[in-house]
Structures are given as C-alpha cells and as structure tokens.
C-alpha cells in the first residue's frame, strides 16, 4: 500500500519511548509499503534517517520544526492565555501545510497516519484512509501529571489537560480509525469516540537488540531508565529516591541506584553519591541495565504503556513496578513481574530479589517468555498490517479481497493449467 507517513520529529537514533515507537513501526512499513515520510526534521537530521532508512530516499517531505528551546519555554507562559494546547501552538507550520498541499496534489495515497494527534491537525485534500497512531490519551497523561506539588506546574497541566480534550476529541472524530497502545486507552477513548474503530498496536521491542545478558550483577544495584524531562520520569525517580530508597538502605546500605536518561534536573543530579549514581545520556543503556540486580519502575503518571519494562523483560532483568508503570502490558503480578503501589511495600520487593535468587530467576524466565510471544516488533507490524487490510480492503502488495478472491477462483478453474504452460514457456 502507499502510506503516507507523518512525523512530528525524525526517530533516527532514537532514545526515547515516543522516537523509538516511529522507529520500529517505519522499519516495518518500509520493509512492507511504499512509504513517504512528511513532518518535522533539520537537514542533519533528515540525512541520517535516509542513512538509517535507504528506501526513503527521494521520499521524505521535511520541514526545519517551528519550534526551539527559547520558543517552546516562551510558548509555556504564552499557552496560558490562548486556547490552544502548548503542543498546538509548538507545531503550527505554514510552511509545513504548502508542503502538504503540494505532495497530496502530486500524489495519492492509501493511507495517510500522523504519529500523535498533532499531527493530524494539519489539512487533508485527500481521500485516503486517515489514521492517527496515538501513543497515549494524551489529555488523560495530562491530567495525571496534575497530580504535581508544584501548584504552577499543577495549574498548567489541568489547563492543558481541558485543551488537550477539545482538540485530541475533535481531531480524533474525524478520523478513520485510531491506533492505541493498550486496552485501558481504548476504554478512554470509547467514552468519547465510540464510533471511531480503534485497534490495539502494542509498544514493543527489537529482541535482536535487547539479549539476555550473561555476566553477573553487581549485587545490590538497581536500575532506572528514563528521558528525565518527561515529567512521568521525574517525577518517578523524585518520588522513589524521597519514599522508597531510603527504607531498602536501612536494610541494605550498600545498595545503589543508577539513573540513566538525558536531561536529568538539577534536583535529581544533586543528589549524586555513592549510593545514587546520575549518568545523564548514554549512548547505550544496557551496559548500565546489565551491571544491576534490579530493574525498577517507580512510575505514578503516565499513558499508553512504557517500553522500558519490555526492554527489561527483554534481557532477563527482574522488574519491581507500580502499577500505573506496567499499565497496558500483559504481565501478571508474581509471575513475570512484581508489583507495589506504596513505598513500603515496594522496598520491600526490592530486598525480596536481593535475597531470593530462585524468585529472579521465576520472574526473568516468564517475563522472557511473555516479550517473546507477544511484544516483539515484527509481529507488533503484523498486527499493523491487519488494521491496514481491515480498512482498506487492501492486502499490502496492493490487492482488494475481491482481488484476492478472483485470484484464488481463476486458480482453481484452471486446474493449474496456466501454472503448467508458465513453466513451459520457461523452458523455452
């Protein structure tokens, strides 16, 4: 099929959740569709996806973004006195919308899917499919992020939170069909947009990447992974470092807690020591998820579902989480993976896995098992693939059903007899 693919930044290189989401869906479309890339990208950035992603070459419709650190820090004071979302406001391009025009005058497409709902906000003059890819509800991530003790942080996000609805529930109306990364989405979205067909494309992992690992953790370490200015992230770590990290050390004072992701604050880098180790960006995680006994989630807001614990199960981590960090994923409490809602209780999970190598090796084994049989990229993009036929009619080599169906009648009429003449006439 001819998809139309829009981007709200380049995933080449990606190195967190939203990125690395485009990154694998692209490669699979690539490998399966005749795809064309528009949206947002610098010409540095833009050369290297066509690096990472050759067949794009020719095809990709990219815009310098409209928007820069001073910009966007301006845009949160100027997005309290408009009625626009930040996001909305960030993301307006002219320039973005002639090239737009342009491309759907001069070519046809199947399908047209935005990465984010704002993406979708920009004209269509087109009669092909239109999908939205949403990675969360994102009105409903902002009303958790409210939740902040910052009452300047919490009024903004209960104010986006309300512009967020508006324009998420109005773009999303006039869609086809929506994609979602967990059922719990789905039953949002259904309270608002029951008649819009939304199918569950999971977050996953690239297996080939992330492998078991062999060598032996530094006893006592954990681990936390995360792009530290997602307020999710922040808050998280924030949250485990004040509540929960100081009751495993009255056990266990030697252990250690690594945090890795880019732009951590100041708040959380100040409290580097020997016990609290603040990479800030690394090229690769797994040497740091490698070296520690523990993998913990300690999320408290968030939507869609959180690559990081796919990625842990992965490479045979074992994996403490809250519950709103393993929301969406199918892993059952004690079997693959252990859950705790309160600071006490998740502690003390934490020093169960220190001291019980036989309940690691449970978790690891079943958690494997599940990434395995369910959140691998390759078959996350077939199940993409259902969705295109589903509302297309479409097979991805461009054939309706009714071609399909035609195909198979002419097959069987003939008796193989077309087969045998091609074979002949090969002969020759």
Request: charged share 25%; with cysteine.
């Given at each position: 099929?001819?998809?139309?693919?829009?981007?709200?930044?380049?995933?080449?290189?990606?190195?967190?959740?939203?990125?690395?989401?485009?990154?694998?869906?692209?490669?699979?479309?690539?490998?399966?569709?005749?795809?064309?890339?528009?949206?947002?990208?610098?010409?540095?950035?833009?050369?290297?996806?066509?690096?990472?992603?050759?067949?794009?070459?020719?095809?990709?419709?990219?815009?310098?973004?409209?928007?820069?650190?001073?910009?966007?820090?301006?845009s949160l004071i100027k997005s309290l006195f408009t009625s626009h979302s930040n996001w909305h406001q960030l993301t307006r391009s002219e320039p973005f919308q002639r090239k737009?025009?342009?491309?759907?005058?001069?070519?046809?497409?199947?399908?047209?899917?935005?990465?984010?709902?704002?993406?979708?906000?920009?004209?269509?003059?087109?009669?092909?499919?239109?999908?939205?890819?949403?990675?969360?509800?994102?009105?409903?991530?902002?009303?958790?992020?409210?939740?902040?003790?910052?009452?300047?942080?919490?009024?903004?996000?209960?104010?986006?939170?309300?512009?967020?609805?508006?324009?998420?529930?109005?773009?999303?109306?006039?869609?086809?069909?929506?994609?979602?990364?967990?059922?719990?989405?789905?039953?949002?979205?259904?309270?608002?947009?029951?008649?819009?067909?939304?199918?569950?494309?999971?977050?996953?992992?690239?297996?080939?990447?992330?492998?078991?690992?062999?060598?032996?953790?530094?006893?006592?370490?954990?681990?936390?992974?995360?792009?530290?200015?997602?307020?999710?992230?922040?808050?998280?770590?924030?949250?485990?470092?004040?509540?929960?990290?100081?009751?495993?050390?009255?056990?266990?004072?030697?252990?250690?807690?690594?945090?890795?992701?880019?732009?951590?604050?100041?708040?959380?880098s100040d409290r580097a020591c020997k016990n609290i180790i603040v990479t800030g960006f690394v090229e690769d995680t797994r040497p740091y998820i490698e070296q520690s006994a523990?993998?913990?989630?300690?999320?408290?807001?968030?939507?869609?579902?959180?690559?990081?614990?796919?990625?842990?199960?992965?490479?045979?981590?074992?994996?403490?989480?809250?519950?709103?960090?393993?929301?969406?994923?199918?892993?059952?409490?004690?079997?693959?993976?252990?859950?705790?809602?309160?600071?006490?209780?998740?502690?003390?999970?934490?020093?169960?896995?220190?001291?019980?190598?036989?309940?690691?090796?449970?978790?690891?084994?079943?958690?494997?098992?599940?990434?395995?049989?369910?959140?691998?990229?390759?078959?996350?993009?077939?199940?993409?693939?259902?969705a295109y036929k589903k509302l297309t009619g479409m097979h991805s080599d461009g054939f309706t059903e009714e071609d399909e169906e035609a195909l198979e009648r002419w097959d069987?009429?003939?008796?193989?007899?077309?087969?045998?003449?091609?074979?002949?006439?090969?002969?020759?």
């Amino acid at each position: 099929m001819k998809v139309l693919y829009l981007i709200p930044y380049s995933p080449a290189n990606p190195v967190f959740g939203g990125a690395l989401r485009i990154y694998h869906l692209l490669t699979h479309l690539c490998k399966n569709h005749d795809v064309t890339v528009a949206g947002f990208s610098s010409r540095e950035e833009e050369k290297e996806l066509i690096k990472q992603f050759p067949l794009l070459a020719g095809k990709t419709h990219l815009v310098d973004p409209p928007y820069s650190e001073s910009t966007a820090r301006w845009s949160l004071i100027k997005s309290l006195f408009t009625s626009h979302s930040n996001w909305h406001q960030l993301t307006r391009s002219e320039p973005f919308q002639r090239k737009l025009d342009q491309l759907l005058e001069a070519e046809s497409f199947d399908i047209i899917q935005s990465e984010f709902p704002v993406m979708a906000m920009f004209r269509y003059r087109s009669p092909a499919v239109n999908i939205i890819d949403s990675h969360n509800v994102e009105y409903d991530n902002f009303k958790r992020m409210a939740k902040v003790k910052n009452p300047f942080k919490k009024l903004f996000y209960h104010i986006e939170a309300y512009k967020f609805y508006k324009e998420e529930t109005e773009v999303c109306s006039r869609q086809d069909a929506l994609l979602v990364t967990s059922e719990r989405d789905i039953s949002i979205f259904n309270q608002t947009l029951p008649a819009v067909p939304k199918y569950l494309i999971p977050n996953g992992v690239d297996t080939t990447y992330f492998q078991p690992f062999t060598t032996q953790p530094t006893p006592h370490s954990l681990v936390f992974v995360g792009m530290m200015k997602y307020v999710p992230n922040y808050d998280g770590i924030s949250w485990f470092l004040d509540e929960i990290f100081p009751k495993i050390l009255e056990k266990v004072p030697d252990a250690t807690i690594t945090i890795v992701g880019k732009n951590p604050p100041e708040s959380i880098s100040d409290r580097a020591c020997k016990n609290i180790i603040v990479t800030g960006f690394v090229e690769d995680t797994r040497p740091y998820i490698e070296q520690s006994a523990v993998y913990v989630v300690p999320l408290r807001m968030g939507g869609g579902t959180r690559l990081k614990i796919m990625e842990a199960l992965a490479v045979k981590k074992p994996i403490v989480t809250t519950s709103v960090g393993c929301e969406g994923i199918d892993v059952e409490n004690g079997k693959s993976i252990l859950i705790a809602d309160q600071p006490d209780e998740f502690a003390a999970k934490v020093i169960e896995l220190f001291n019980n190598p036989e309940k690691v090796t449970d978790l690891t084994e079943n958690g494997y098992q599940l990434v395995n049989d369910l959140y691998r990229w390759e078959s996350i993009g077939l199940q993409m693939d259902d969705a295109y036929k589903k509302l297309t009619g479409m097979h991805s080599d461009g054939f309706t059903e009714e071609d399909e169906e035609a195909l198979e009648r002419w097959d069987n009429e003939s008796n193989g007899d077309h087969n045998t003449k091609s074979l002949e006439q090969g002969a020759v």
